[in-house]
């Protein structure tokens, strides 16, 4: 039977946010955009203060791990027995335990996997071999036992992701508890299966890099706002974690490398006496070491071996444990220095194999180094001994403590045929954008470290708040690191591209749960890391600002903080009210456009009938030209019949409108003897002053009340920039006037003229009005560019008509019954 | 995970954003696809099964556009149900920052009911959505692909 396509035409439902105000007004459509957000955060207690601090009796659990684990190399897998010490600090009695199975995600019968859904009825190749992957290995966690600190099996019940242990006695508040879990599984390939850890295979050399996360049964956090956080794992929400220490002995292959969060306790096991020298010397460089140099990365992964090395590692007070191995990679070093903090020094270091030569040695220990000089500017001293960047996959980036996974590698370099030098040039060779991705990837990964490693947030429930903060602040490392970073044209700025999302119609605002949210990328990241920039650069100031953000991250370094903290303490800390801010940024979908729709000139009159009547003959004159009829008539020498006959002439012939009578002579000694001596001054004053009053008017269109900075050009051509706090806004979010007095004629005004508040229509920003060309217009003005895509589709439209090489999808028939 | 961004997590859920409107110069729909360009180059790689069609080559990029072309359908809607899909004519794609830009324009007004098939990327990224804003003016509507989605339509006023 053959399938007919259906065509579905759905209209879409839209909700409107922008009202959804906790008491509605019914007598109109009031909103106050500066309504006053207490009704809508939760009520400050004491966890959590009404100034956005952590509260007298905050508290947070404790859960340390020890973990023996092994790498069997021969079939992708490991398995391992560990230990958790779990202290109750919370005021609760707690008769159960949720621990967290992320590996689960990947097997049988998963949430995760029966809910993935399919497009279009085409099976692509990277979904076919997924299933069949799926149909050839058992993946997820096998438990093998559960015991508690004598050896006594404890109750488990699997739910998906999460495992719940039932404990034979209650833990009170002040208790701890031990147990153990002894499991293993297989380990995915993840350019196969996809995920945040795994296998990255080179199938040329046949070797292996491993890179493990969600890679152990880890406790669940029990939070004060949520209780047991046991939200399933479903790919994208991402963790919520518990700090603990960390003691993990990593068994693999002698010939391997291991990178890992914490630090190598036992080099002398592990290193050879030429490797820990380099390692010695690498404390005290200022430019990244070999440890382990590309020349010995590629002798060694020639062989492989049957003896094993256990690598010890020791991490304290960290959310979570990575770690990666493999005998292909090339290891280098450097030192951070810094003040105030944890550590002084902070060994930044990279593992990487040679595919990702010659990027890495040149970029990524220095990004490292990099990132924790910006961010500690910006928050606090890194809290850890050691940063390290890992190169585990082709693309991406994925964060741990003390550890990143980056993606990024060169392109294979192809050598003209004809040129005699091919032989000497480069095996790999990377773009522009390869470095910028590489570098920025790293800043991301590293700064992640920060936030939510050490401001531990929830990302299960609010993704923003770490991955929109921290964007911001990739964004700030990204300039500092070279001028015109990730630019390929003039004025990038992340504010231009999230305007265009903010005028959709079916967004969610940013605070929306992480599994809820329709645009990931736009809404979590882009979005919060462009309102940061506003918040920063034009609402508050960098000194404010900067003084704020800096005071939330050392408030809640190694605590964990909501989006109310956030809100309170920026707004604590800087003196500012931003509840306007976060009600239009966070709680709505609203945008920034904002209109000039009317700009008016005036004088200030002395109402003195003799100065000012001859004054309004002469504007009169300017403003409404004469008759044309009565010109050519004119220029044709035609006499009027007034001209011929002079005794026609009367009282209105030699007076008009705007002669001056006694009348009105009258009336103005009286307005002036009428008025107080100060408002008599003050009228003289500026009639001496000639000044021009402009009344502009501004119509907030997209909703989102905005600063508004105001470029006004006078008529000698000079420029005056000023800033207008969103307050104007405060009576009328719709639609308000501005008055200004100058000396000069402003001939025009220009709202947001450095493109600072993320305006979403810049066509109507000017007076008087002017008409920009759309980016694809000038795409088509650069001929160049044009013509050398026009000819590049021909030929590739051509070629198509020939051999079809874009076959993306799996060739599929109807089954024959 | 990651990033606004060139910089691509392997469970970034990966999305696009379209726009549709009127050029107030010339009076032609123009077309604007905003894709990040990481995705955008796996999508080519994976599509051609080429490692080295990246966009930094004019290749690539033209090759990205033929694709975006392919998989991006424009069409009235009446009573009789989905009409003809509007010639769109591909104007060509070019790097912006992080995101890739490809245009595609057309000499014609908007029809009052439209329906819209973008299956830009998802035959490659399961996970991605596509986002489409149609301005007409004073007010943008939009459409959202995700899952199954094939053809989504609006009314314009």
């Not at chain 1, 430019?287 to 256990?310: L, Q, R, Y």
């Not at chain 1, 770490?466 to 300039?479: K, M, P, R, T, V």
């Not at chain 1, 004119?634 to 030699?654: K, S, W």
Request: with cysteine; aromatic share 10%; hydrophobic share 35%.
């Amino acid at each position: 039977m053959r399938f007919q396509s259906i065509f579905l035409v759905v209209a879409l439902l839209t909700a409107d946010f922008a009202f959804a105000d906790a008491i509605r007004q019914t007598k109109s459509d009031h909103y106050d955009a500066f309504r006053q957000l207490d009704v809508d955060l939760p009520t400050p207690n004491v966890y959590r203060t009404a100034s956005g601090a952590p509260g007298t009796q905050y508290w947070q659990q404790q859960a340390d791990h020890k973990i023996k684990v092994t790498l069997h190399e021969e079939n992708q897998s490991i398995s391992a027995s560990q230990t958790i010490d779990y202290k109750n600090n919370s005021p609760d009695t707690l008769r159960y335990i949720w621990v967290q199975l992320d590996q689960n995600r990947f097997a049988d019968g998963s949430r995760a996997r029966m809910t993935q859904t399919a497009s279009d009825d085409i099976l692509g190749y990277g979904a076919l071999a997924r299933a069949q992957r799926n149909a050839d290995v058992d993946h997820g966690f096998k438990i093998e036992s559960v015991t508690d600190g004598r050896g006594r099996d404890l109750k488990y019940t699997i739910v998906d992701t999460m495992m719940r242990i039932d404990l034979p006695q209650a833990l009170r508040s002040g208790q701890s508890t031990t147990f153990s879990i002894a499991w293993s599984f297989n380990i995915i390939e993840e350019s196969v299966i996809g995920g945040r850890g795994g296998y990255d295979h080179f199938p040329e050399s046949d070797t292996y890099i491993y890179f493990l996360a969600q890679w152990f049964p880890k406790l669940a956090a029990y939070t004060d706002y949520n209780g047991w956080k046991h939200q399933q794992f479903l790919g994208a929400g991402e963790f919520t974690q518990e700090f603990g220490d960390y003691e993990v002995e990593i068994t693999v292959p002698a010939d391997h490398i291991v990178s890992a969060t914490g630090e190598l306790q036992n080099e002398s096991a592990v290193l050879t006496s030429e490797q820990r020298r380099r390692l010695d010397e690498s404390r005290s460089s200022d430019k990244p070491m070999f440890i382990v140099t590309p020349e010995e990365a590629i002798e060694n992964e020639k062989e492989g071996t049957t003896d094993t090395k256990t690598w010890v590692f020791k991490a304290d007070n960290v959310r979570d444990f990575a770690w990666a191995s493999s005998r292909k990679f090339i290891w280098d070093a450097m030192i951070h220095r810094q003040e105030g903090g944890e550590f002084d020094e902070v060994l930044a270091m990279s593992f990487y194999p040679q595919e990702a030569e010659p990027l890495w040695s040149q970029f990524s220990t220095h990004s490292v180094v990099h990132t924790l000089e910006v961010y500690s500017r910006f928050s606090f001293p890194y809290p850890y001994p050691t940063a390290q960047s890992v190169n585990a996959w082709e693309g991406g980036g994925m964060e741990y403590p003390m550890i990143t996974f980056n993606g990024r590698r060169p392109e294979p370099f192809e050598a003209d045929e004809n040129d005699p030098d091919a032989a000497s040039k480069p095996d790999r060779t990377y773009s522009r954008r390869a470095k910028h991705g590489l570098v920025g990837v790293i800043i991301h990964e590293i700064g992640h470290i920060y936030f939510p490693m050490t401001v531990n947030t929830d990302e299960r429930q609010w993704t923003w708040m770490d991955e929109g903060i921290n964007s911001f602040l990739q964004y700030l490392a990204e300039l500092e690191w070279e001028e015109n970073f990730h630019n390929h044209r003039e004025n990038y700025s992340i504010l231009e591209h999230i305007a265009e999302y903010m005028t959709s119609e079916n967004q969610v605002p940013i605070m929306t749960q992480s599994d809820s949210i329709l645009q990931f990328g736009a809404n979590s990241y882009t979005k919060p890391a462009a309102s940061l920039v506003v918040l920063r650069e034009t609402v508050l100031g960098r000194e404010l600002f900067d003084f704020a953000f800096r005071e939330y991250a050392q408030r809640w370094r190694f605590k964990r903080p909501t989006p109310s903290d956030l809100f309170r303490t920026l707004e604590d800390a800087s003196g500012i009210d931003l509840d306007w801010f976060w009600r239009g940024w966070y709680y709505s979908t609203d945008h920034v456009d904002v209109a000039i729709t009317g700009m008016r000139e005036y004088k200030v009159s002395s109402s003195d009938p003799d100065v000012e009547f001859d004054l309004n003959r002469q504007e009169r004159a300017r403003e409404i030209p004469e008759t044309l009829g009565q010109i050519r008539n004119r220029e044709e020498g035609r006499v009027t019949r007034l001209e011929r006959f002079p005794e026609l002439a009367d009282f209105y012939n030699e007076n008009d409108e705007y002669t001056v009578t006694n009348a009105d002579r009258n009336k103005y000694t009286s307005l002036i003897e009428g008025l107080e001596d100060w408002e008599r001054a003050a009228l003289q004053r500026a009639v001496a002053e000639d000044d021009y009053v402009y009344f502009i008017d501004f119509s907030n269109i997209g909703g989102l009340v905005s600063p508004l900075p105001l470029l006004l050009t006078d008529v000698d051509g000079d420029e005056e920039f000023m800033m207008i706090p969103a307050e104007i806004w405060r009576r009328n979010h719709r639609a308000v006037s501005k008055m200004l007095i100058r000396d000069k004629k402003i001939v025009s005004i220009e709202v947001d003229p450095r493109r600072e508040t993320a305006d979403a229509d810049f066509s109507n920003n000017h007076f008087p009005g002017r008409v920009d060309q759309s980016r694809l217009e000038l795409f088509k003005e650069d001929d160049e560019s044009r013509d050398m895509m026009a000819d590049m589709l021909r030929t590739l439209r051509e070629a198509k008509g020939g051999e079809d090489d874009t076959d993306e999808a799996v060739p599929l028939e109807p089954a024959q019954n | 995970m990651l990033c606004i961004a060139a910089l691509s997590h392997a469970d970034r859920q990966p999305g696009s954003l379209s726009t549709i409107k009127t050029s107030p110069t010339t009076g032609n729909i123009e077309v604007i696809h905003r894709l990040h360009n990481h995705d955008a180059e796996q999508g080519v790689i994976a599509v051609h099964g080429d490692r080295s069609l990246t966009l930094d080559k004019l290749e690539g990029r033209a090759r990205l556009a033929l694709y975006v072309e392919e998989r991006f359908i424009v069409a009235s809607v009446t009573d009789d149900g989905i009409g003809a899909p509007l010639a769109l004519e591909l104007v060509g794609a070019e790097l912006d920052g992080d995101y890739i830009l490809v245009y595609q324009e057309y000499n014609g007004e908007l029809p009052t009911r439209i329906a819209v098939q973008n299956g830009i990327l998802r035959d490659v990224f399961p996970e991605q959505v596509n986002h489409v804003n149609i301005s007409t003016g004073a007010e943008v509507r939009s459409l959202t692909f995700r899952n199954d989605d094939k053809w989504l339509s609006t009314d314009l006023k």
